[in-house]
């Protein structure tokens, strides 16, 4: 299921650069945005791995130095039947956990000091999982491609915007310079330059948070421990809220749990109960959603 939203939402992006670019630069405009928007997040994608490691202040240990992280990795790299990634610890109390990757062979997990003294064994084993799905799916191509789009319809939004201001391109439209033609090329510019780069930050976010069910799903399956993993959320949000960590909002959504999130911010799930646009603005699934589908889940895979 929510890989048939995730398709979805994708064509809803699709949809919304091809608008973009009609009230625009026509087709000329999308594929001048889309290569330049491709270029960049195609150089980010390459080095994924290497930026959000060096961001979050990672440091790969071996088994030598951490014997059970690696055992724990092992067993469920093992379950999930993928290559096995680099294994990194960060110094930090707050308890979190992320995976990144190009692709299942170019993959690395880090995890938290926090998380380690927070969580029990199978609980460290049932977040393991679920980072290691995000690689095995392909998370960090989809939401690139993801990015790509959204980050294109930035960029078309921007000139539509410049174009306002110097009072250019207000004529386009399908009834050409004149009459009713100039007011629909005015509404067409005022759509693209606010209400579209709106629009595909919401489908970007909703992505995000249908990903990050997929890989409750896929992580609670390979570890055959779905209560575990819902445990470990259910800890993980309380603990964020104690000691969020300071990292760059652009990559908050690599970890399991928001880890901006506080108390104050409305970050727990009685909060998100409601609905509201605290959620349609964030990056994560409430957790309360999230541990109950797993706790629906059977056992023992």
Do not use: C
């Amino acid at each position: 299921m929510n890989t048939i939203k995730t398709f979805i939402l994708m064509l809803a992006m699709t949809g919304l650069l091809l608008i973009a670019g009609y009230f625009t630069y026509g087709v000329t405009g999308i594929i001048i945005f889309l290569v330049i928007a491709l270029v960049i997040n195609f150089l980010t994608y390459w080095k994924s791995d290497t930026l959000a490691l060096k961001m979050a202040h990672a440091r790969q240990v071996s088994a030598d130095e951490d014997p059970e992280l690696h055992q724990i990795v092992d067993e469920q790299v093992y379950n999930a039947a993928i290559p096995k990634p680099k294994v990194f610890v960060i110094e930090n109390d707050s308890p979190n956990a992320f995976a990144t990757g190009r692709n299942p062979k170019n993959a690395a997990i880090a995890v938290t000091t926090g998380i380690r003294r927070l969580l029990n064994r199978d609980e460290l084993g049932g977040v393991i999982a679920h980072e290691l799905a995000h690689v095995g799916n392909r998370d960090t191509l989809i939401m690139t491609t993801v990015a790509t789009m959204a980050m294109a319809i930035a960029l078309i939004a921007m000139v539509a915007r410049f174009a306002m201001f110097f009072g250019g391109m207000g004529g386009r439209g399908r009834g050409g310079a004149g009459g009713y033609g100039a007011i629909a090329g005015i509404v067409g510019l005022l759509v693209v330059a606010i209400v579209l780069p709106l629009v595909a930050t919401l489908v970007r976010l909703s992505i995000s948070r249908a990903r990050e069910f997929q890989a409750d799903a896929t992580g609670a399956k390979t570890s055959g421990q779905p209560n575990a993993l819902a445990s470990a959320l259910q800890k993980l949000e309380l603990g964020t809220q104690r000691r969020p960590m300071e990292v760059n909002a652009g990559v908050a959504h690599l970890y399991i749990v928001n880890p901006l999130a506080k108390p104050s911010e409305g970050g727990s799930s009685m909060a998100f109960a409601g609905g509201g646009l605290s959620r349609l603005f964030s990056s994560h699934p409430p957790i309360g959603e999230r541990v109950k589908r797993l706790q629906s889940m059977r056992t023992g895979w």
